[in-house]
């Protein structure tokens, strides 16, 4: 929103739903273009969501998938052992798996990660995006992605 504000975005598809402040409503975006080009980062930013998408939105203990709201991040090592909050200690956990393992230690527990955490490339979560479900996504998205695939089907015809 402050974006849209700031001026450094358009808007090119917009939800249903609408956010109001005291003086004004408006319908809530779900695509933006940038106004200005701005460089690829190298390194993905450590947010929930990159962790979840890295992750496959899979708790690292049990397996199963979940839905955002069903998801924690679990320090492999708990920030009272030493563990730090970056990629190469965090997962995703159900609230089931996180609570059990408390604040232990894999080898405490014998609850272990099935993949090993670390940092992603940038180019991983744009592939793991493209495989999302396309309920997941808004549907003015459809224009933007999966484009590829579509065309890859329209040849083999």
């Given amino acids: ?3 849209i504000f700031r001026g450094t ?3 090119v598809y917009e939800h249903e739903r609408e956010v109001s ?7 809530l975006p779900s695509v933006l273009v940038l106004n200005e080009y701005i460089p690829e980062k190298r390194t993905p930013a450590f947010t929930r969501f990159n962790v979840f998408l890295r992750d496959h939105w899979r708790c690292q203990y049990c397996g199963d998938k979940f839905r955002t709201q069903a998801l924690t991040f679990d ?4 920030r009272s052992k030493g563990g730090e909050t970056t990629w190469k200690n965090i997962v995703a956990a159900c609230q089931k798996c996180n609570a059990t393992k408390g604040n232990k230690l894999p080898s405490e527990c014998h609850m ?7 940092q992603p490339s940038i180019h991983e979560l744009q592939a793991y995006a493209q495989k999302f479900p396309p309920h997941f996504l808004h549907k003015g998205w459809e224009d933007f992605l999966y484009w590829d695939s579509e065309l890859e089907d329209e040849c083999v015809h």
């Fill in 1 to 3: 929103m402050k974006a």
């Fill in 9 to 11: 975005v358009s808007v």
């Fill in 21 to 27: 402040s005291p003086s004004q409503r408006m319908k």
């Fill in 75 to 78: 320090h492999v090592v708990p």
């Fill in 112 to 118: 272990h990660p099935l993949h090993e955490p670390r």
